[in-house]
């Protein structure tokens, strides 16, 4: 994600994530109330994995602290302090992030102690792979972000291969080979994130996560209706921004068809598959929703002003991939300039900017056995 304060960065552009997290709130609140409390243990630690960086990442984990807090009070149970790891790939802002921190932003001493509910830890890593000691965290949350892919698969990038995704930067209606690609890497990843929790968390420890995901069970349709299809910031003005460097002769070709969105929306059954398989955790809940791409009020006032929704449209595109497009490209400028035709393909499509996008998104709650 893209770090920073700026326009374009993600703290500043997740309102999608934001509106799912606050969906799922309940869900959350749900699977603690259920939870083991651990009695005698004189530290909870939780993890966030996946953090990016924002108010998001810092609400997640106030609420998740204040709602066990709450409980162990209704239980009249001794309250244990708490430990927070902040963990995402090394390249995250974890400078924005921890000066976020509520307890570390300037205040009287007596705020400041009322404020430091936790203490707080960044661990940088794939949350792929190991990352905290074996038995070490009581609760690992993970939101808006095992949809993103450890990696693209090497089929998809070989031209030899029938999966080579020419003239695509995502997957959505690309042919069944491409998909199959993506999916076969996805359940690998899902494996790995749930072998590794496994060893990390403490039997009765609560897994909680959200991730983008579907409905449809045919991996093909990622996006469900045909205007979330058309409208997804990965889809038609995405391809359309690439093809036009191409034809401006600012990339060739090869460029344009090596550039692939690391991103998978799993089903529930492929989740369901997963958890079976891995026979480390019980699943509590396993619910699909959907959340609109912006208000009805945000739309109105889009519709009234197309540039700006094409600048808005392009800054969420600059907070979740414009890391990944800078390394393929080797060009801060060369980014800027997909963005912009990005930028122009969306506000001139009128005939999109009335319709309304949808996002699928699957909460999971598990307690490991």
């Known amino acids: 994600m893209q770090g920073g ?40 630690r939780i993890a966030d994995l996946g953090c990016g960086t924002g108010i998001n990442t810092l609400s997640a984990i106030d609420f998740v602290v204040e709602s066990i807090k709450k409980r162990y009070a209704r239980e009249s149970i001794s309250v244990p302090e708490f430990e927070a790891f902040f963990s995402d790939l090394p390249l995250n802002d974890f400078n924005t992030l921890f000066r976020s921190l509520p307890h570390l932003c300037p205040r009287g001493i ?87 929790r496994a060893e990390e968390m403490v039997p009765g420890g609560l897994l909680f996560i959200l991730m983008a995901g579907r409905s449809d069970e045919h991996p093909q349709n990622q996006l469900g209706d045909p205007y979330s299809r058309a409208k997804h910031p990965f889809t038609q003005a995405m391809d359309q921004a690439w093809n036009d460097l191409v034809k401006e002769n600012l990339i060739d070709e090869e460029t344009r068809d090596a550039f692939n969105i690391p991103a998978y929306m799993r089903s529930k059954e492929e989740i369901e598959r997963a958890f079976n398989q891995c026979e480390a955790f019980d699943i509590k809940s396993l619910k699909f929703s959907r959340v609109m791409e912006h208000s009805k009020e945000k739309q109105e006032k889009w519709m009234r002003d197309p540039v700006s929704y094409g600048k808005t449209k392009a800054n969420l595109v600059r907070a979740t991939l414009r890391p990944i497009i800078d390394a393929h490209l080797r060009s801060s400028h060369l980014s800027q300039e997909i963005f912009k035709r990005f930028e122009k393909r969306v506000a001139e499509d009128m005939k999109m900017l009335n319709k309304t996008c949808y996002y699928g998104i699957i909460v999971v709650s598990a307690i490991r056995k």
């Open 5 to 44: 304060n700026g326009d374009g960065s993600y703290a500043r552009n997740s309102e999608a994530p934001a509106s799912a997290i606050a969906l799922s709130k309940e869900l959350l609140l749900n699977a603690i109330n259920c939870m083991n409390l651990f009695r005698g243990e004189p530290s909870l």
């Open 110 to 196: 007596d705020e400041m102690q009322k404020q430091h509910s936790y203490y707080a830890a960044g661990v940088p890593g794939s949350f792929y792979e190991r990352l905290f000691p074996r038995g070490k965290l009581h609760v690992a949350i993970s939101l808006s972000a095992l949809h993103w892919m450890s990696r693209i698969p090497e089929a998809v990038l070989d031209k030899s291969s029938p999966a080579w995704n020419q003239g695509r930067a995502w997957i959505d209606g690309a042919r069944k080979e491409v998909v199959e690609a993506y999916a076969k890497q996805s359940e690998e990843d899902l494996k790995s994130f749930l072998r590794c």
